[in-house]
């Protein structure tokens, strides 16, 4: 059966407290393109790029979650690709809806909720601020640095790069998770007395500085760190609603 689309973004806004989540102005959070108000089935999707769109109408949806929306590459006049992109949009009745922050942050369904969850960290709590709101969190590795390293690798499908100050076989203790573009909170991360931080995009002044410091540092990339959130949005549809969804996978190597 459809479910009214505004039904789901009222839910989706509710869930996620859309409108008290201070972003950046390109994220706008939230319903950023209508359908014909009917979702039968649904896509979810880190990136709002053509071929991502192009593959969720492709699979019959007519709704793509996304984390970082069709904005984000900045406000530009409505021609040449950004026309076809919007074009493609419409003509394939596809609705977006998007969440940033709003959903690296949200202790459930929030990437970094779900890194630590996955991870079987221990003791977990909020951690690492951003706009004033807890955006990454920390919690209790029982295994040695070595042993959280693969682990991190397992879980994210993929290579994890760094630096890693202490042996391998030191044990890992508390350690701090934000996914993404998180290596600018390493000076957060270090005057909190933490020794190890899990993040996303490879930061190249933030090897040297975390090396300087002492830490131990691992990039899970920003594109592999930020999959979970909109995987279990899809989920939370389907539980909800009763809706099909499909995951858009398109890396980006970042």
């Not at 929306?69 to 690709?81: H, K, L």
């Not at 202490?166 to 998180?182: K, M, W």
């Not at 989920?235 to 190597?253: A, Q």
Request: charge should be negative; include cysteine; charged fraction near 20%.
């Amino acid at each position: 059966m459809p479910v009214a689309l505004q039904e789901i973004v009222s839910f989706l806004n509710d869930t996620l407290r859309i409108g008290s989540i201070k972003d950046d102005p390109r994220a706008m959070n939230g319903l950023q393109v209508e359908n014909d108000g009917l979702v039968n089935r649904v896509a979810a999707a880190v990136d709002g790029s053509s071929k991502t769109i192009e593959a969720a109408i492709e699979a019959g949806a007519d709704l793509l979650l996304l984390h970082h929306g069709i904005f984000w590459s900045g406000m530009t006049p409505v021609a040449g690709w950004w026309k076809k992109k919007l074009e493609m949009l419409l003509h394939g009745g596809l609705a977006v809806y998007s969440a940033h922050l709003p959903l690296d942050l949200h202790p459930v369904l929030g990437n970094n909720a779900l890194i630590a969850k996955y991870l079987s960290l221990e003791d977990i709590a909020p951690e690492i601020h951003c706009h004033g709101e807890p955006i990454g969190c920390a919690g209790f590795f029982p295994g040695t640095l070595g042993e959280l390293k693969a682990e991190f690798s397992r879980i994210l499908k993929g290579p994890v790069g760094g630096v890693m100050s202490d042996a391998p076989n030191t044990p890992a203790g508390r350690v701090a998770v934000c996914s993404g573009a998180g290596a600018d909170e390493i000076y957060q991360i270090h005057a909190k007395g933490y020794r190890t931080y899990l993040t996303g995009e490879v930061c190249h002044w933030a090897f040297g500085t975390a090396e300087d410091m002492g830490m131990n540092l691992f990039f899970g990339g920003h594109y592999g760190t930020e999959t979970f959130g909109v995987r279990e949005l899809g989920r939370l549809l389907e539980e909800r609603f009763g809706l099909p969804w499909v995951f858009i996978h398109h890396p980006t190597g970042a």
